[in-house]
């Protein structure tokens, strides 16, 4: 099966310039580059919407699972913009190591104007998520990984930067480490992003462990009340201090 009739979400993975109508016993999507309409309606849950305007994972072609394994097909295809060519060969990793470096590969642009809510903004002195992938920072942390994927996949289905820096905002967004203070660059962000400009997070962004968390590697919704797949060396601390989600790490296990 070909990425272009791979599903994220409901939605194909057609590439921009394209039209697309998928339809199924569980989902109806008509795909444009200027409008995305999405409506799902789930016989079993009776459910319509999920908490961060992402459908659930799945449809009647392909699951998320085999969704985001097509990523890797991406590899090494195509021409790079001069913003890709920065990012590290993802040849040199494995798994969903590999994938976050194809995805941040392959939307450069999209990336660099996004925020990663590891910690890294304090850790590396990250500014934005890009930044995670010029280095080998996203190696070994699934936030990464994760916020790159879902940015690949939304940005081929024709999702707006807006669109999807607010997907990502509302998901990520309540676990970042260091909302006691936040750092000059997550400043930065949040007065100019595109979906809610402004001096600080939305309602929906303030920091919750309790908020589940939708896995764009499997499609799930998952209660992580730590940091998943974040190394103690990697992110979730400043100053040589843990934050609180790290300490809740340690806890939880």
């Not at 798994?95 to 590891?118: D, L, N, S, T």
């Not at 930044?131 to 024709?158: L, N, P, W």
């Not at 908020?211 to 998952?222: A, C, N, Q, R, V």
């Amino acid at each position: 099966m070909t990425a272009a009739t791979m599903l994220f979400s409901g939605v194909s993975l057609a590439g921009c310039g394209e039209t697309k109508t998928t339809s199924s016993k569980t989902a109806t999507t008509t795909e444009t580059t200027s409008t995305t309409t999405t409506t799902k309606t789930s016989t079993e849950t009776g459910t319509t919407s999920s908490t961060i305007d992402v459908a659930s994972a799945s449809s009647g072609d392909a699951t998320e699972t085999e969704s985001t394994k097509a990523l890797e097909t991406v590899s090494g295809s195509g021409k790079l913009s001069a913003l890709g060519e920065k990012v590290l060969d993802p040849g040199k990793y494995i798994g969903k190591a590999k994938m976050g470096y194809i995805a941040a590969q392959r939307v450069p642009e999209v990336c660099e104007k996004i925020f990663c809510y590891c910690g890294c903004d304090y850790t590396d002195e990250h500014a934005s998520l890009l930044d995670c992938f010029t280095s080998d920072h996203g190696v070994d942390c699934i936030y990464c990984q994760g916020e790159a994927v879902m940015a690949y996949k939304m940005s081929r289905k024709g999702s707006s930067a807006a669109d999807i820096q607010k997907a990502i905002d509302l998901n990520w967004g309540p676990k970042y480490p260091f909302f006691e203070q936040p750092s000059p660059a997550i400043k930065k962000y949040w007065k100019t992003r595109l979906w809610a400009p402004g001096v600080g997070p939305t309602a929906a962004e303030k920091h919750n462990d309790e908020t589940p968390l939708y896995d764009p590697f499997t499609g799930s919704m998952e209660k992580n009340v730590a940091p998943m797949g974040k190394s103690e060396d990697c992110c979730g601390k400043k100053d040589g201090k843990e934050s609180n989600a790290a300490k809740a790490s340690k806890v939880s296990k």
